[in-house]
Nanobody, 125 residues
């Protein structure tokens, strides 16, 4: 069982930055690939970024490429999403997710088993 708790959301102006954190309660954090998703009102949940077990492989949605950075600290059982140059269209509830992965460089785009409760990010224009 994996428990995930996000933090770091809030209200920010266009062009500002936020860093989301997701702390995992699990004994084998390095066995899991991780992802950050978001869901805006009336829209489907979408994958924003993903990171492999080793942290060496990452994926970004086109809409956030060059502005967001996903990283993980395996010593702290935590995954981060640094969000820079935020836009109003980034407004959403952001969720972290975890899924056991066989390969250390494997990225997972769907089918996550474990989810956090979400944290609201609001970008004002």
């Amino acid at each position: 069982q994996v428990q995930l708790v996000e933090s770091g959301g809030g209200l920010v102006q266009t062009g500002g930055s936020l860093r989301l954190s997701c702390a995992a309660s699990v004994r084998t954090f390095t066995s899991y690939a991780l992802g950050w998703f978001r869901q805006a009102p009336g829209k489907e949940r979408e994958l924003v970024a993903a990171i492999s077990r080793s942290g060496l492989s990452t994926y970004y949605a086109d809409s956030v490429k060059g502005r967001f950075t996903i990283s993980r600290d395996n010593a702290k059982n935590t995954v981060y999403l640094q969000m820079n140059r935020l836009k109003p269209e980034d407004t959403a509830v952001y969720y972290c997710a975890a899924q056991a992965a066989a390969g250390r460089a494997q990225l997972i785009h769907s089918g996550y088993d474990y989810w956090g409760q979400g944290t609201q990010v609001t970008v004002s224009s």
